[in-house]
Protein backbone atom coordinates (compact mmCIF):
# COMPACT_ATOMS: atom_id res chain seq x y z
CA UNK A 1 0.00 0.00 0.00
CA UNK A 2 1.55 3.21 -0.87
CA UNK A 3 1.95 5.73 1.71
CA UNK A 4 0.11 8.37 0.20
CA UNK A 5 -3.82 9.15 0.66
CA UNK A 6 -5.57 8.40 -2.67
CA UNK A 7 -7.02 11.63 -2.87
CA UNK A 8 -3.72 13.33 -2.83
CA UNK A 9 -3.22 12.23 -6.55
CA UNK A 10 -6.79 13.21 -7.50
CA UNK A 11 -6.65 16.39 -9.16
CA UNK A 12 -9.37 15.93 -11.85
CA UNK A 13 -11.36 19.05 -11.98
CA UNK A 14 -14.83 17.74 -11.71
CA UNK A 15 -18.13 18.90 -13.44
CA UNK A 16 -20.19 20.85 -11.91
CA UNK A 17 -23.71 21.00 -12.22
CA UNK A 18 -26.57 23.61 -10.46
CA UNK A 19 -29.87 21.75 -10.19
CA UNK A 20 -33.14 23.30 -9.00
CA UNK A 21 -34.28 20.75 -6.19
CA UNK A 22 -37.60 22.63 -5.42
CA UNK A 23 -38.99 26.27 -6.29
CA UNK A 24 -35.88 28.73 -5.75
CA UNK A 25 -33.74 25.70 -4.36
CA UNK A 26 -30.63 24.74 -5.77
CA UNK A 27 -28.13 22.33 -5.02
CA UNK A 28 -24.21 22.89 -6.35
CA UNK A 29 -22.90 19.55 -7.19
CA UNK A 30 -19.32 18.55 -8.59
CA UNK A 31 -19.53 14.53 -9.06
CA UNK A 32 -18.40 13.94 -5.40
CA UNK A 33 -16.62 17.26 -4.11
CA UNK A 34 -18.17 19.00 -1.54
CA UNK A 35 -21.74 20.11 -2.42
CA UNK A 36 -23.36 23.69 -1.58
CA UNK A 37 -27.53 24.54 -1.67
CA UNK A 38 -28.88 27.77 -2.77
CA UNK A 39 -32.69 28.90 -0.60
CA UNK A 40 -33.48 31.87 -2.39
CA UNK A 41 -36.09 33.74 0.09
CA UNK A 42 -38.11 37.06 -0.64
CA UNK A 43 -35.55 39.52 -0.39
CA UNK A 44 -32.29 37.70 0.31
CA UNK A 45 -30.47 34.23 -0.29
CA UNK A 46 -29.07 31.70 2.02
CA UNK A 47 -26.24 29.53 0.83
CA UNK A 48 -25.82 26.21 2.91
CA UNK A 49 -21.96 25.06 2.92
CA UNK A 50 -19.30 27.75 2.09
CA UNK A 51 -16.61 25.45 0.03
CA UNK A 52 -13.07 24.81 1.18
CA UNK A 53 -11.82 28.44 0.04
CA UNK A 54 -13.09 31.83 -1.00
CA UNK A 55 -12.01 30.79 -4.91
CA UNK A 56 -13.95 27.90 -4.82
CA UNK A 57 -16.88 29.94 -3.02
CA UNK A 58 -16.84 32.39 -6.04
CA UNK A 59 -18.19 29.32 -8.33
CA UNK A 60 -20.52 29.01 -6.47
CA UNK A 61 -21.79 33.21 -6.47
CA UNK A 62 -21.50 32.35 -9.91
CA UNK A 63 -24.08 30.40 -10.07
CA UNK A 64 -26.49 31.89 -7.74
CA UNK A 65 -25.85 34.71 -10.08
CA UNK A 66 -27.47 33.05 -12.86
CA UNK A 67 -30.26 32.40 -11.28
CA UNK A 68 -30.93 35.95 -8.91
CA UNK A 69 -29.18 38.95 -8.19
CA UNK A 70 -30.51 39.09 -4.08
CA UNK A 71 -28.16 39.63 -1.72
CA UNK A 72 -26.16 36.84 0.16
CA UNK A 73 -27.39 37.22 3.94
CA UNK A 74 -26.62 33.85 5.19
CA UNK A 75 -24.20 31.39 5.21
CA UNK A 76 -25.37 27.94 7.01
CA UNK A 77 -22.68 25.74 7.89
CA UNK A 78 -24.34 22.05 9.08
CA UNK A 79 -20.42 21.05 10.63
CA UNK A 80 -17.14 22.05 11.51
CA UNK A 81 -14.95 20.49 8.71
CA UNK A 82 -12.48 22.77 6.52
CA UNK A 83 -13.43 21.71 2.99
CA UNK A 84 -17.19 23.05 3.91
CA UNK A 85 -16.57 25.96 6.26
CA UNK A 86 -13.16 27.88 4.85
CA UNK A 87 -14.66 29.73 1.90
CA UNK A 88 -17.47 31.37 3.89
CA UNK A 89 -15.56 34.44 4.18
CA UNK A 90 -16.45 34.89 -0.01
CA UNK A 91 -19.76 35.38 0.38
CA UNK A 92 -19.66 38.59 2.17
CA UNK A 93 -22.79 37.73 4.74
CA UNK A 94 -24.32 39.51 7.70
CA UNK A 95 -24.99 36.14 9.50
CA UNK A 96 -22.89 32.59 9.66
CA UNK A 97 -24.88 30.48 11.56
CA UNK A 98 -23.28 26.90 13.11
CA UNK A 99 -24.68 24.79 15.06
CA UNK A 100 -23.23 25.30 19.23
CA UNK A 101 -21.91 22.16 19.07
CA UNK A 102 -19.99 22.60 15.56
CA UNK A 103 -18.61 26.16 17.39
CA UNK A 104 -17.03 24.37 19.85
CA UNK A 105 -15.50 21.97 17.32
CA UNK A 106 -13.53 24.97 15.56
CA UNK A 107 -12.48 25.79 19.05
CA UNK A 108 -11.64 22.30 19.82
CA UNK A 109 -10.26 21.12 16.61
CA UNK A 110 -10.54 23.29 13.91
CA UNK A 111 -6.65 24.17 13.11
CA UNK A 112 -5.67 20.49 13.05
CA UNK A 113 -8.55 20.08 10.88
CA UNK A 114 -7.57 22.26 8.27
CA UNK A 115 -3.78 21.34 8.20
CA UNK A 116 -5.09 17.44 8.10
CA UNK A 117 -7.40 18.21 5.18
CA UNK A 118 -5.20 20.26 3.60
CA UNK A 119 -2.30 17.90 3.05
CA UNK A 120 -4.98 14.94 2.36
CA UNK A 121 -6.67 17.05 -0.53
CA UNK A 122 -4.99 19.82 -1.93
CA UNK A 123 -7.32 20.01 -5.03
CA UNK A 124 -9.89 20.92 -2.83
CA UNK A 125 -7.89 23.76 -1.44
CA UNK A 126 -7.37 25.67 -4.73
CA UNK A 127 -6.59 29.47 -3.48
CA UNK A 128 -6.01 28.56 -0.14
CA UNK A 129 -4.24 31.72 0.63
CA UNK A 130 -7.14 33.20 -0.17
CA UNK A 131 -8.69 31.84 3.08
CA UNK A 132 -8.68 34.58 5.99
CA UNK A 133 -8.28 32.03 8.59
CA UNK A 134 -10.82 29.65 10.78
CA UNK A 135 -14.65 30.33 10.20
CA UNK A 136 -16.28 31.37 13.25
CA UNK A 137 -20.19 31.86 13.37
CA UNK A 138 -21.97 34.94 14.56
CA UNK A 139 -24.93 32.98 15.05
CA UNK A 140 -25.83 30.00 17.04
CA UNK A 141 -27.78 27.16 18.26
CA UNK A 142 -28.16 24.15 20.42
CA UNK A 143 -31.40 21.87 19.02
CA UNK A 144 -33.97 24.04 16.89
CA UNK A 145 -33.74 27.28 14.85
CA UNK A 146 -36.12 29.12 12.38
CA UNK A 147 -34.33 31.91 9.91
CA UNK A 148 -37.08 33.86 8.01
CA UNK A 149 -36.10 35.26 4.36
CA UNK A 150 -38.87 37.52 4.43
CA UNK A 151 -41.55 34.74 3.98
CA UNK A 152 -39.88 31.71 3.25
CA UNK A 153 -39.00 29.68 6.36
CA UNK A 154 -35.82 27.37 6.61
CA UNK A 155 -35.87 25.02 9.70
CA UNK A 156 -32.20 24.81 10.99
CA UNK A 157 -32.16 21.12 13.30
CA UNK A 158 -29.61 19.13 15.35
CA UNK A 159 -31.62 15.69 14.45
CA UNK A 160 -29.12 13.63 15.94
CA UNK A 161 -24.90 12.50 15.83
CA UNK A 162 -23.75 11.04 12.55
CA UNK A 163 -20.78 12.34 10.28
CA UNK A 164 -19.89 14.80 13.36
CA UNK A 165 -21.09 15.42 16.54
CA UNK A 166 -22.59 19.25 15.46
CA UNK A 167 -24.53 18.14 12.00
CA UNK A 168 -27.51 19.87 11.18
CA UNK A 169 -30.11 19.86 8.63
CA UNK A 170 -31.60 22.23 6.89
CA UNK A 171 -35.77 22.33 5.89
CA UNK A 172 -38.07 24.59 3.52
CA UNK A 173 -41.52 23.63 4.67
CA UNK A 174 -42.79 25.13 1.71
CA UNK A 175 -41.25 22.62 -1.43
CA UNK A 176 -40.79 20.05 1.95
CA UNK A 177 -37.15 20.17 0.77
CA UNK A 178 -33.98 19.25 2.83
CA UNK A 179 -30.29 20.27 3.05
CA UNK A 180 -28.55 17.53 4.68
CA UNK A 181 -24.81 17.93 4.62
CA UNK A 182 -23.06 14.78 4.66
CA UNK A 183 -25.17 12.81 7.28
CA UNK A 184 -26.73 11.37 3.24
CA UNK A 185 -24.68 10.87 -0.04
CA UNK A 186 -25.28 9.40 -3.11
CA UNK A 187 -22.91 7.46 -4.76
CA UNK A 188 -20.32 8.86 -2.81
CA UNK A 189 -18.26 7.24 0.23
CA UNK A 190 -19.23 9.04 3.51
CA UNK A 191 -16.27 9.98 5.07
CA UNK A 192 -16.43 8.23 8.93
CA UNK A 193 -13.26 9.65 10.32
CA UNK A 194 -15.28 12.05 12.68
CA UNK A 195 -18.09 10.28 13.20
CA UNK A 196 -20.48 8.08 15.40
CA UNK A 197 -21.64 4.64 14.07
CA UNK A 198 -23.77 3.46 16.19
CA UNK A 199 -26.02 6.61 16.18
CA UNK A 200 -25.58 7.35 12.65
CA UNK A 201 -28.86 5.55 11.46
CA UNK A 202 -31.29 6.64 14.48
CA UNK A 203 -30.35 10.28 12.54
CA UNK A 204 -30.90 8.80 9.32
CA UNK A 205 -34.29 7.56 10.64
CA UNK A 206 -35.30 11.32 12.01
CA UNK A 207 -34.70 12.61 8.51
CA UNK A 208 -36.91 9.59 6.82
CA UNK A 209 -39.86 10.95 8.78
CA UNK A 210 -40.00 14.44 7.45
CA UNK A 211 -41.07 12.48 4.03
CA UNK A 212 -39.07 14.89 2.16
CA UNK A 213 -39.33 15.60 -1.95
CA UNK A 214 -35.84 16.14 -2.43
CA UNK A 215 -32.82 16.38 -0.74
CA UNK A 216 -29.74 18.35 -1.40
CA UNK A 217 -26.72 15.78 -0.23
CA UNK A 218 -23.41 16.54 1.17
CA UNK A 219 -21.86 14.73 -1.90
CA UNK A 220 -23.30 13.10 -5.16
CA UNK A 221 -25.83 14.49 -7.35
CA UNK A 222 -29.26 16.47 -6.50
CA UNK A 223 -31.83 13.43 -5.14
CA UNK A 224 -35.39 14.84 -6.75
CA UNK A 225 -38.24 12.16 -5.82
CA UNK A 226 -39.54 10.15 -2.52
CA UNK A 227 -37.65 6.93 -4.69
CA UNK A 228 -34.24 9.34 -4.94
CA UNK A 229 -34.59 10.15 -1.41
CA UNK A 230 -35.06 6.56 -0.19
CA UNK A 231 -32.64 5.44 -2.11
CA UNK A 232 -29.67 7.57 -0.67
CA UNK A 233 -31.05 7.36 2.90
CA UNK A 234 -30.75 3.67 2.79
CA UNK A 235 -27.58 3.09 0.62
CA UNK A 236 -25.79 5.70 3.59
CA UNK A 237 -27.23 3.29 5.99
CA UNK A 238 -25.64 0.31 3.91
CA UNK A 239 -22.52 1.53 3.68
CA UNK A 240 -22.25 3.33 7.62
CA UNK A 241 -23.09 -0.56 8.79
CA UNK A 242 -20.99 -2.69 6.18
CA UNK A 243 -18.26 -0.56 7.21
CA UNK A 244 -18.66 -0.70 11.28
CA UNK A 245 -19.80 -4.54 11.66
CA UNK A 246 -16.89 -6.04 10.52
CA UNK A 247 -14.84 -3.86 12.56
CA UNK A 248 -16.75 -4.83 15.70
CA UNK A 249 -16.78 -8.05 14.96
CA UNK A 250 -12.60 -7.87 14.86
CA UNK A 251 -12.36 -5.51 17.53
CA UNK A 252 -14.08 -7.86 19.87
CA UNK A 253 -11.83 -10.57 19.80
CA UNK A 254 -8.72 -7.85 19.96
CA UNK A 255 -7.75 -8.20 16.65
CA UNK A 256 -5.67 -5.32 15.19
CA UNK A 257 -6.44 -2.65 13.00
CA UNK A 258 -4.88 -4.03 9.81
CA UNK A 259 -7.24 -7.30 10.40
CA UNK A 260 -10.22 -4.97 10.63
CA UNK A 261 -8.97 -2.91 7.38
CA UNK A 262 -9.10 -6.19 5.56
CA UNK A 263 -12.57 -7.37 6.74
CA UNK A 264 -13.94 -4.13 5.84
CA UNK A 265 -12.31 -4.19 2.35
CA UNK A 266 -14.06 -7.61 1.90
CA UNK A 267 -17.26 -6.22 2.95
CA UNK A 268 -17.30 -2.77 1.41
CA UNK A 269 -15.50 -3.57 -1.87
CA UNK A 270 -17.98 -5.28 -3.80
CA UNK A 271 -20.96 -2.59 -3.08
CA UNK A 272 -18.83 0.62 -2.90
CA UNK A 273 -15.49 0.51 -4.39
CA UNK A 274 -16.87 2.58 -7.44
CA UNK A 275 -18.10 5.45 -5.27
CA UNK A 276 -16.41 8.86 -5.17
CA UNK A 277 -13.43 9.09 -2.47
CA UNK A 278 -13.87 5.80 -1.67
CA UNK A 279 -10.40 4.93 -1.53
CA UNK A 280 -9.64 8.51 0.19
CA UNK A 281 -12.35 7.82 3.16
CA UNK A 282 -11.60 4.18 3.85
CA UNK A 283 -8.80 4.05 6.23
CA UNK A 284 -10.00 7.09 8.44
CA UNK A 285 -13.73 5.32 8.53
CA UNK A 286 -11.49 1.93 9.49
CA UNK A 287 -10.02 3.81 12.08
CA UNK A 288 -12.52 5.46 13.46
CA UNK A 289 -14.55 2.70 13.76
CA UNK A 290 -12.10 0.65 15.30
CA UNK A 291 -11.74 3.29 18.03
CA UNK A 292 -15.85 3.36 18.60
CA UNK A 293 -16.07 -0.80 18.80
CA UNK A 294 -13.18 -0.31 21.51
CA UNK A 295 -14.80 2.03 23.70
CA UNK A 296 -13.35 5.65 22.50
CA UNK A 297 -16.82 7.45 21.85
CA UNK A 298 -15.27 11.11 21.05
CA UNK A 299 -13.54 10.73 17.84
CA UNK A 300 -9.86 11.51 18.39
CA UNK A 301 -8.36 14.86 16.80
CA UNK A 302 -6.89 13.88 13.59
CA UNK A 303 -3.83 15.47 12.77
CA UNK A 304 -0.84 15.07 10.13
CA UNK A 305 1.13 12.48 12.08
CA UNK A 306 -1.45 11.13 13.51
CA UNK A 307 -2.63 10.31 9.50
CA UNK A 308 0.58 8.95 8.27
CA UNK A 309 0.58 6.75 11.96
CA UNK A 310 -2.50 5.32 11.05
CA UNK A 311 -0.93 4.28 7.04
CA UNK A 312 1.40 2.64 9.21
CA UNK A 313 -0.88 0.61 11.33
CA UNK A 314 -3.38 -0.28 8.43
CA UNK A 315 -0.15 -1.86 6.99
CA UNK A 316 0.19 -4.04 9.91
Known amino acids: ?173 DENVMFTGDIVEDHSACYCGDGYFNEWGHTLDNIAAFDVDAIAPGRGAALVGKVAVERAIESTRDFVDSTYDPVARIAARGGTLKEAWDAVRDACDPKFKDYAIYEHCLPFNVARAYDEARGIEHPRIWTAQRDLDMWEALQG
Not at 28 to 55: H, K, Y
Not at 114 to 133: A, V
Not at 136 to 148: A, C, G, L, N, Q
Open 1 to 173: MAKTFASQGDMTEKKISFDEVGRDLWAFTAEGDPNSGVIIGDDSVMIVEAQATPLLAAKVIEKVRSVTDKPISHVVLTHYHAVRVLGASAYEADQIIMGETARGMVAERGQEDWDSEFQRFPRLFEGHESIPGLTWPTTTFSDTMTVYLGNRRVDLMHLGRAHTAGDIVIHVP
